[in-house]
């Protein structure tokens, strides 16, 4: 029985992908993986369960070339990592500009040069 609740596939980070507190300006973590829908942090500080967010991070595509995503997210959980210290958090994306998205989809795309 699979029981995947996520409207979309996740897709692994290969290289580290720092992210950004819009409001604070403040680097939160990292991503662990990403979809279309949402993402999962890796955070150096507790976020708050049902709470919301403005995340900020730079995708890196093959060309050395970082497409800036800005998003609003929705904290569904929170779990404490195996590392002493980090919090993994799973978040629903609910808003993101057409221009971010369309880079975001383009990254995720497995077929995309």
Known sequence: ???ERRSAPR?????SIEVTDSISGENIGRIGNLSRTGLM??????????????????LPDRHGIHDEIEAGVHTMWTDQAATNGYQWSGLRIIS??????????????????
Do not use: E
């Open 96 to 113: 993101i500009s057409g221009a971010a998205a369309a880079s975001l989809d383009r990254w995720l795309d497995p077929g995309a040069a």
């Open 1 to 3: 029985m699979n029981d």
């Open 11 to 15: 897709k692994p980070t290969t290289v």
């Open 41 to 58: 942090l890796i955070c150096h500080r507790p976020l708050r369960d049902d709470a919301l967010y403005q995340l900020r991070f730079r």
